[in-house]
DNA sequence: GTCAACAGTATGTAAGGACATATTTACATC
DNA sequence: GATGTAAATATGTCCTTACATACTGTTGAC
């Protein structure tokens, strides 16, 4: 059991019930008295300490989830994942559109270890020292032109990864196939010029224009699973989304 | 009424009711058997053609509501918005983010016409041949330093607008006055170098690496309000993300 | 001692009813 | 004829109830 939650109900308010209990959890959630990791008491119970129905608490619940601050696992709980979400926002898959629109994409392993995690990456992961983490860099390539440059680190405890394997599946595919459940993806992109290195691999110039990707994954466990930087050819490369307003 | 909405549920699916409605009227839209535009039946009368309770299909249509496939408006009715929409996504604002980080932004209005809509303008609003749009662009700096160069065309049939309105206010703020609510944006990030042009605005130089963002904002009427071109110094502007799987 | 069945727990799905509120349309009044 | 009000319509919110299903831990049989 975790605290009662003390949250105050305005039934007389014109916002909807269901909105004040979002409002009164985010705002525990981002002030610190529901810290990551917190497991709440069922929505019956929650639902019985608000005076609420148990639709109404779930339906606050669902809005939670929907923006990352919570994660629900069928007959265990509710736990809250992150503080540090700022919004709700949600987006297409990957680099599984490629497969998606028709395309055979190609992956061309690089370099693949088994290493120490580094600082950046044992922050990004949370792991602590000396933990060991899957270091690899892929060349994606679509009908035979090179797309995509990839660096990622896995941890290490939830399957063993091989270089074969890679070559072969994507690296969500191998993870999902391992019984991971992602929930939740932390993405910023920008832009650089290629380097010569980058555009040695990339087949292209020097001082052209890159865009970048970094990306950091959870899980429904609320473990960060991968994380990762990608670089992207920008004349054949770019994010489309459709943002929903609430 | 619309066309009744032949679909087939199957009660002894494994598949969710309310998730078999969300496929069959997804497949629907996508088909064209529901182009866009489209209002539905209500609420009630759907679930009674389906055999299904309402809040179960309200519980689907909220769902496509989400993933930007239908509008609903209270009192009024369900309407289809776009077939395009490929997949559920959502995200944070745009530039709102300046103020809200306690920066002041600040805002030179380059150019400023009130003209007939090109070719691309009028495909992207969905406007006919001679329709008129605001035109301007406009440069965006934080602490004296330019951050942002914003191409946009809005339809005139909004509100009158002029170019001091739209040094103090931000685009969004300006429309969201005149009564507009926006449902959803379709938006395409991307990266260029600077030419020439951007550079001198910008203040870098030729060939350094820029943020690129074009994007087109749809209310809840279901009409295309503005569409726009936007490069970022890619220096000091990112866009950050958290992607939620359903 | 190992493993399988079972009970407990929590979320997932679904139905049915009731009332609130925003929008539009039609009507009645001034 | 203009204006304000009321009815009709459709979505928004909320409650009560019931059963299904996934996961965990414990008990019991072999």
Redesign the pocket.
Known sequence: MATPLKLHIDRSS?V????QVVQGIEAAIHGGTLPAGTR?D????LAAQL??????M??A?DELVRSGLLV???????QVVSSQVRRHLELSSLFDDLTRTGSKPQTEVLSFSHVDADEPTREALQLGTGARVYHFTRLRSVDGKPLALMENSVRDDITDMDESGLAKRGLYEILRTAGVNFRLANQRIGAVTANEYQAKLLGTEVGAALVTMERTAVDDTGRAVETGRHVYRADSYSFEMTLVQR
Chains 1, 2 share one sequence.
């Open positions: 014109p909807p019930l269901y909105h709440l069922n929505e019956i119970d005076n609420l129905s148990r639709p109404t779930r339906k619940m629900r696992k069928r007959g265990v709980g509710t």
